[in-house]
């Protein structure tokens, strides 16, 4: 047996797989085993390159392959691993130091942890203590968006609806999870019929939550400046009122940049675009470009500050919280993105992209919507243009899509109609117009079998 075949019999064997099928991955001769990587491409363990258009999750933003990383990882775990009990390490320090000098607004205490579910889940601990230590233990509610996901964990899995069928077997649900609207005007279940419009009727949503359930029982607000799955850009007015909005009812705006942040969408936090500094954030992926396990909640010192005092700190721990190789590593990643200007590449490469995906409208029935910002951009597919009408499930477009693009050596899938493309900072336009021409070819294949005419 070859070394591919065995590796692939044996994780058909014993591993579990993040969302595949291991009865499908056997009998299509999968997984594909990633061997190595340098920027966008990645070769696997049959000698195939591959772009890796998302970066792994949106998460590889500095690029795989960045030796740079992997020795400051290895220098300090040389040093020492992992620090005694009630002690910290400079790596941890410095990274906390960094991440704050560089978050918007007065975010300055950094609670690290080990991926994008702690950070949101530290936020949400945070959130509910505050209002407790503040004399409110009756302020438990908190507001997200449907359509957004903040997290795997037992409590934050419940913010926000993501994809269909995703929840399924995991209740009961929590109590005090309340559902606003996503500012997306492509769809907007309001009726606004202009991305402004969208967003103050989303954001006029979030504030008659919170005074319809009663203000003085409603936390906080968890949004995603640009929501992942379908890269839902807001209009400009909805940062700015949902921070006002929160200030108003004394409630916490909590920010989830842990796609966005560290530079995707062309600012080195999205909530930069709109001026509106939250309460707390999160941020994952990009802070580490995932060579390592590594996030962080950050509190303003307002918030902090309510943590402060002898037997008043935020009881939370997690045994790999403020990981010094970890920490190594996210600051030599921060490092990178500094010193190479990555997070300006992101806002002119990102631009480029989205122009190059425009021009796929002129040619595809299919191609409802293009949307986007900085290195976060989505084509959206519809079965009718004018009516916006989705695919029907039965059709399995997504799968065609992934299937396609696949054959042309792109890892890159679509989710409920929605090719969501969130590369690397480090892409350059020859990668975009590799990618598009491919995303192009592979429309007029999906449109040819479905017997739909390929011009507009
Ligand atoms: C917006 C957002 N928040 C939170 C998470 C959870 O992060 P992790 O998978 O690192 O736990 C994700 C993961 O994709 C995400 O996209």
Same mark, same amino acid.
């Given at each position: ?250 409630? =916490?705006?909590?920010?989830?940049? !842990? %796609? ?5 969408? &062309?600012? /080195?936090? +999205? $909530? #930069? ?86 021009? =796929?409208?002129?040619?595809?029935? !299919? %191609? ?5 910002? &900085?290195? /976060?951009? +989505? $084509? #959206? ?76």
């Amino acid at each position: 047996m070859g070394y591919t075949e065995d590796l692939q019999k044996t994780a058909a064997r014993h591993l579990w797989m993040a969302n595949r099928d291991w009865t499908e991955m056997a009998e299509t001769g999968g997984p594909t085993v990633a061997v190595e990587g340098k920027g966008l491409r990645v070769t696997d363990s049959d000698g195939n390159s591959w772009i890796d258009v998302n970066g792994g999750y949106i998460s590889v933003g500095v690029g795989h392959g960045r030796v740079e990383i992997a020795e400051a990882a290895f220098e300090q775990a040389k040093k020492l691993s992992f620090m005694p009990a009630g002690t910290t390490t400079e790596a941890t320090v410095r990274v906390a130091e960094k991440i704050a000098s560089l978050a918007p607004g007065s975010l300055n205490r950094v609670f690290p942890v080990s991926g994008g579910s702690e950070a949101t889940e530290t936020a949400l601990k945070i959130v509910r203590a505050y209002h407790g230590r503040r004399g409110q233990p009756g302020r438990y509610k908190v507001i997200s968006r449907e359509g957004s996901y903040h997290g795997a964990t037992g409590g934050v899995y419940w913010l926000g609806t993501s994809a269909a069928g995703y929840r399924e077997g995991f209740e009961p649900t929590q109590r005090g999870l309340l559902y606003a609207p996503q500012p997306n005007s492509y769809r907007c279940s309001l009726g606004g019929e202009t991305p402004s419009e969208c967003a103050v009727l989303c954001a006029e949503a979030v504030e008659r939550l919170i005074v319809e359930n009663g203000p003085e029982t409603v936390a906080a607000v968890f949004a995603e400046p640009v929501a992942a799955r379908a890269c839902v850009v807001p209009g400009d007015e909805y940062w700015p009122m949902l921070r006002e909005i929160c200030d108003r009812y004394g409630v =916490l705006l909590v920010a989830d940049e !842990i %796609v966005t942040g560290f530079g995707q969408t &062309g600012r /080195m936090f +999205a $909530v #930069e675009h709109w001026g509106a500094a939250p309460d707390v954030m999160a941020v994952a992926k990009g802070v580490v470009s995932t060579y390592l396990p590594f996030g962080a909640a950050i509190a303003t010192d307002e918030v902090a500050d309510v943590f402060a005092g002898k037997d008043n700190y935020l009881r939370h721990v997690f045994t790999a919280a403020g990981h010094p190789v970890c920490s190594a590593a996210a600051l030599k990643n921060i490092e990178i993105i500094e010193d190479e200007n990555l997070v300006r590449n992101a806002a002119e490469v990102g631009a480029y992209l989205k122009a190059q995906l425009e021009t =796929l409208k002129a040619d595809h029935p !299919i %191609v409802g919507d293009v949307r986007g910002i &900085g290195l /976060m951009c +989505a $084509v #959206e597919l519809v079965s009718d243009r004018r009516t916006k009408e989705p695919f029907a499930p039965e059709m399995e477009v997504d799968s065609k899509v992934r299937e396609k693009l696949r054959s042309r050596g792109l890892l890159l899938g679509a989710s409920e109609g929605v090719i969501a493309i969130g590369p690397p900072l480090v892409i350059t336009r020859a990668d975009v117009d590799e990618i598009v021409h491919a995303i192009d070819l592979a429309l007029w294949e999906i449109e040819g079998e479905m017997g739909i005419a390929g011009s507009v």
